[in-house]
């Protein structure tokens, strides 16, 4: 008779998913995802978005400044080398809206929009055992069957409300930077903007330039260089189009993917006065990834290379800050070991007469009011308009806000309980036929080379999954645990642990601190997709339906 195992048995008789592969989310990863499954690997794919349209990040940050702080011309795809020559830029940075005009374009070139549903958020996603299927439920309830999922949720995507007291109360408009409004004008408004981070300090200096006053609740002082952004002439940007086979090798066998050279001196072997220029270089260029990763080697490894690139920007803001007190308040006192952040003259606007800083860990906010904010030494701030950049619940914070259950009905939240793990940043054990773009211990890089990287090496695993039949792949719980072993061995060796920052989950309140980057660069990242690849997929298991048998 022939014999067949319980579950495929049962799993033959249901009918097929209405899809083979479900992409959740139209950023950059969910874009170049879908591409790939449906295009290239032939499968019937489907994109949730949650948004009103495509671009992820891009499209819920419309604040005034934001940006991205990558050099635009390795901000973008490099998959197609027709699309790259084709597509141009004006600007060293991008601009929201240009980035987003930039997503649209890629989405409409390959005609992805017919298969992408916007105002769609996922709810849940359910694996099915006896069908080896997953279950996606959305906001309205409405449920979709795939074979395979890939959640391109976002690393920066869930909200971070902070608790204040009386956060309700305020009578103005209380906005928080990821979910700016359309018909939200600051122009000529009394404004105050809670944090100064990345999406903070595009906000300030943006901001001091349209609001009649400008006040800046600052939580931590940051260390920010120069960003060197202005005008790029189409002669420059057609030298660039055709070096782009020279820039992308640099690009993919590098650290950071900024698309500059890393430095391989340490800063010790060098004079002090050596140093000082070398930094001095650097900030004339601008970036803040370049000012960490392109002046030494050891910037963000060793102490004392640490605290002279530290020294070298707390003499700047003492140069450029004129009133004392303030420059005090904006001066760091801790490691420089953050995510470097970059700025069109940041530090110079505390200079202008409009902009007022409130440091909140010396005069903490006590409560918001319906009139504005009231601070510990019992001044209320009268403002119109209340800015929350606060940033996000990063990396996992999307995950766990969805009803996503894997083997046995267990929730994600369950698997993570010490922290989010992944194997290879891609893929999580207990969790079949799931994929994950940005997932936990992903490359700490500039993020669309590191996409590109993910996605075709997700890719390539479905890919051999179709080829042998196999109706799962999994990454077993032992490889996981070897690639968490490895993020934390290499996070060790840095001096990032040591400080509180959203990296290691320390901006939310209750979560608990753990390593969520594989910080050994993409160069490294790339080659251990290879390795594992090249290894006939070394630390998953393919099931495969087994053939029939006669006894």
Not at 38 to 49: A, C, F, H, T, Y
Not at 407 to 416: C, E, S, T
């Amino acid at each position: 008779m022939i014999t067949q195992n319980s579950n495929h048995a049962n799993a033959a008789a249901v009918s097929a998913p209405d899809y083979d592969a479900i992409v959740i989310g139209a950023g950059f990863g969910g874009i170049y995802m879908l591409h790939k499954l449906r295009d290239e690997l032939g499968l019937s794919v489907k994109g949730l978005e949650k948004g009103g349209g495509i671009g992820g990040t891009w499209y819920f940050n419309r604040y005034p400044g934001a940006k991205s702080d990558t050099e635009g011309f390795v901000y973008r795809y490099s998959f197609d080398k027709d699309l790259l020559l084709e597509y141009d830029w004006a600007t060293r940075y991008l601009e929201q809206s240009d980035i987003l005009a930039y997503l649209n374009h890629v989405v409409d070139r390959y005609d992805l929009r017919r298969d992408i549903q916007l105002n769609t958020e996922v709810t849940g996603a359910m694996f099915d055992e006896n069908t080896d299927l997953w279950t996606i439920t959305i906001a309205n309830g409405e449920q979709f069957t795939s074979r395979y999922v890939v959640n391109g949720l976002g690393l920066l995507a869930r909200t971070n409300i902070p608790d204040i007291p009386g956060l309700g109360a305020f009578s103005g408009n209380l906005v928080h930077t990821n979910a700016w409004p359309d018909d939200l004008d600051i122009t000529g408004k009394r404004v105050g903007v809670i944090g100064t981070g990345s999406t903070g300090t595009q906000f300030i200096v943006a901001a001091a330039q349209m609001a009649s006053h400008l006040t800046v609740f600052q939580r931590s002082p940051q260390y920010c260089v120069p960003s060197g952004n202005g005008p790029v002439d189409q002669a420059e940007v057609e030298q660039t189009k055709q070096n782009f086979d020279a820039i992308w090798d640099q690009v993919r066998n590098s650290a950071v993917a900024f698309g500059f050279e890393e430095s391989a001196i340490e800063a010790a072997s060098v004079s002090e006065e050596q140093r000082n220029r070398v930094f001095q270089e650097n900030w004339d260029k601008g970036n803040g990834f370049r000012f960490m990763f392109g002046t030494f080697a050891d910037i963000a490894t060793n102490p004392d290379a640490n605290a002279a690139a530290a020294a070298f920007i707390r003499s700047k803001i003492a140069e450029i800050v004129k009133n004392p007190e303030t420059a005090r308040k904006l001066t760091p006192t801790g490691l420089y070991a953050k995510r470097p952040l970059c700025n069109e003259g940041y530090y110079e606007t505390f200079n202008r007469q409009n902009v007022e800083l409130v440091s909140i860990k010396e005069n903490p906010i006590e409560e918001i009011t319906p009139a504005g904010v009231r601070t510990a030494d019992g001044v209320e701030h009268q403002l119109d308009v209340l800015v929350l950049a606060t940033g996000f619940d990063a990396v996992d914070g999307n995950y766990r806000a969805m009803d996503l259950r894997g083997r046995g009905g267990k929730h994600i939240n369950d698997h993570w309980a010490d922290g989010p793990t992944s194997y290879l940043g891609v893929t999580k054990a207990g969790f079949p036929n799931m994929f994950m773009i940005l997932g936990p211990n992903s490359p700490f890089t500039n993020l669309p080379p590191s996409i590109e990287a993910q996605v075709e090496w997700i890719g390539d695993i479905i890919g051999a999954a179709e080829r042998n039949d196999a109706r799962t792949v999994e990454p077993t719980k032992e490889a996981e645990d070897g690639w968490n072993a490895t993020c934390n061995e290499i996070a060790n060796m840095t001096l990032f642990p040591k400080v509180d920052s959203w990296i290691f989950g320390a901006n939310i309140l209750g979560k608990k601190r753990s390593v969520m980057f594989y910080m050994g660069g993409l160069a490294n990242y790339r080659a251990q997709l290879a390795e594992v690849k090249n290894d006939g997929f070394r630390g998953f298991e393919f099931d495969k339906t087994p053939e029939p048998s006669f006894a």
